[in-house]
């Protein structure tokens, strides 16, 4: 059946940003529909199937909606089907991730927690998925995969890659995180599935996308030599990501501006307006083009004049979805939100819920962060057990959706010390740069409303408090450095990737593109950000990544 008439549907069980799926599916040219009720599986010509978060939400959210049995009989008939990432998962026998939850059995292998002891768990970014199968000749009807291109992975469970048992039957490809090699894509018989999201990775992912959609992807039942688990090779790239402080101006226009160490305004001699660099969806669709490797939208305007429902900001991802397939993080006021009528009121875990479903791939959350690890360190010092009660925004997104979509945002600044018995009990550094007054030690204070505030909490108590609560990534800004075009704080970045085991991301201060490198090479930081030298095109994206590569610093060109 040609493409254009066959019947593509999706099936939603409610996972996070399926928006961008449905956004590069139409970009491909293509329609499709949602899987509604179990009868919708014999309409189906092919199925894709994404997942975001939990295995165990995935699975009970099938069991609960009668889909497991019609999911099943639509693979045993022979028709198309896709899985993306948990997708793919549960097509295995089960993950570690929900011991109880027995997965749909189709192939056989179990999803593993990644070892966070030898390198930062969830694996976030650009990675290979090398082709597992040795000198077996395809046919043009096999997924549009290549090793020299780069897909986004976000897990933090994977299926082993042994090359044992019958691995060779269904493994197409195999992709290496640090010291473990998993299978980060499947393809037996009419099932093609990916661990990575195809949606999110670009030219590349579109590229896997289309040959699903196009093809009948049917692997012939040989069985295949495939490749050892120590010849699959590490390709991780260090991500560069773009950044857009998002606010209102004084007309009430939605604009991307950018603080001198926080202050967004220009100088009264200039008028004393809100900075003005460019429309957000524009200039996030110049950035995605230019080929950053992911896009954050900072929303530093509070909206309490109006229902949540109809926050700017979800209109802003639901645009830039359309057309940007990278990795979309968003912002500002991701927590417990009533509307102005009072009727309303939206927990935080709906708040992400809705950015998601507009578009988003992960919530940053920034004061209420700070707020909820000085209550984890008070029940700490009185002595309340269980530390965790899953009532803060972090664990209750987490728990839903995964701890790869939670990123804390941490507005830290200086304080200087004569030495680590000045500091409250705070953790200290000695610094190679001395205070005003000649102080070789420091500690690095956190802050709330956007640097406003600041709070008897360092930095290294945040990060792991929120760690512990189930965040999956650390934004480290520095206020200090902020709008200097001097460098990142290397002591501050080293400090904090010492502390925690997962991903950090370098914020704040960079000017010149050997800044990037730096802090990379130094602190071995897993990506670098910056916004102002970007919006201003004093140093574009592709001459950061021309310099990382250069600097033998494994970068998606």
């Known amino acids: 059946m040609p493409s254009s008439q066959q019947k593509l549907y999706l099936l939603d069980y409610g996972a996070g940003n399926v928006r961008s799926l449905l956004n590069a599916v139409e970009h491909l040219g293509y329609s499709i529909k949602h899987i509604d009720t179990a009868s919708d599986f014999d ?3 092919k199925i894709i199937f994404p997942g975001v978060g939990a295995f165990g939400y ?3 959210a099938l069991r609960e909606k009668g889909f497991i049995e019609p999911l099943k009989n639509f693979i045993a008939s022979g028709r198309p089907l896709m899985g993306i990432c948990v997708g793919m998962q549960v097509l295995f026998d089960g993950s570690d991730e929900s ?7 189709i192939f056989e292998g179990q999803a593993r927690l990644f070892d966070s002891t030898t390198k930062t768990v969830p694996h976030i970014g650009w990675n290979a998925a090398q082709n597992a199968l040795v000198d077996q000749q395809l046919t043009s009807r096999a997924p549009d995969l290549s090793n020299d291109r780069r897909y986004y992975f976000v897990h933090s469970y994977a299926v082993p890659y042994t090359s044992k048992g019958r691995q060779s039957e269904f493994v197409y490809t195999a992709t290496r995180y640090g010291d473990e090699a998993i ?6 018989n009419n099932v093609f599935a990916t661990q990575f999201h195809p949606e999110k990775s670009g030219a590349a992912g579109l590229a896997a996308l289309k040959s699903f959609i196009e093809q009948d992807l049917v692997r012939p039942q040989t069985q295949s030599k495939i490749i050892t688990s120590e010849d699959v090779r590490q390709e991780l790239t260090k991500r560069v990501i773009a950044c857009l402080d998002v606010r209102a101006n004084d007309q009430g226009d939605l604009v991307v501006t950018k603080g001198d160490q926080y202050d967004v305004r220009e100088s009264a001699e200039q008028g004393g307006d809100v900075r003005n660099l460019g429309k957000p969806v524009e200039l996030a669709k110049r950035y995605f083009d230019e080929g950053a490797d992911e896009i954050a939208f900072l929303n530093i305007t509070s909206f309490r004049n109006m229902p949540f429902k109809d926050t700017p900001m979800l209109e802003v991802l639901r645009q830039a979805s359309r057309s940007i397939f990278v990795p979309l993080t968003i912002g500002g006021g991701v927590r417990d939100i009533a509307d102005p009528d009072g009727e309303h009121k939206w927990p935080a875990v709906q708040v992400a819920g809705e950015y998601f479903r507009s578009g988003a791939d992960k919530v940053s959350i920034g004061s209420d962060a700070v707020y909820a690890a000085e209550r984890y360190w008070q029940r700490k010092v009185d002595g309340i057990k269980p530390l965790l009660d899953g009532t803060t925004a972090i664990e209750q997104i987490a728990e839903r959706y995964g701890n790869q979509a939670v990123v804390i945002s941490v507005d830290p600044r200086r304080v200087y010390v ?6 409250n009990g705070h953790n200290v550094i000695e610094t190679a740069f001395p205070g005003p007054n000649g102080e070789k030690y420091c500690w690095y204070q956190c802050t ?8 008897n909490l360092d930095v290294i108590q945040l990060v792991t408090a929120c760690q512990a609560m189930g965040a999956g990534e650390v934004l480290l800004n520095c206020m200090d450095k902020d709008g200097t075009n001097s460098g990142y704080d290397i002591e501050l970045v080293s400090s904090v990737k010492a502390a925690v085991n997962i991903p950090v991301i370098a914020s704040s201060g960079a000017g010149k593109v050997e800044h990037f490198s730096e802090v990379i090479e130094k602190t071995n930081v897993d990506a670098v950000l910056a916004a102002g030298i970007f919006h201003r095109r004093e140093v574009p994206i592709s001459a950061v990544k021309d310099h990382m590569s250069q600097q033998d610093i494994p970068t998606r060109l």
């Open 43 to 45: 309409q189906a010509d």
């Open 99 to 105: 011991p109880t939850e027995p997965g749909l059995g």
């Open 418 to 423: 004569d030495g680590n018995d000045k500091a």
């Open 448 to 455: 709330v409303k956007g640097g406003r505030e600041g709070r």
């Open 183 to 188: 299978v980060s894509s499947i393809w037996q």
């Open 58 to 60: 995935a699975m009970q």
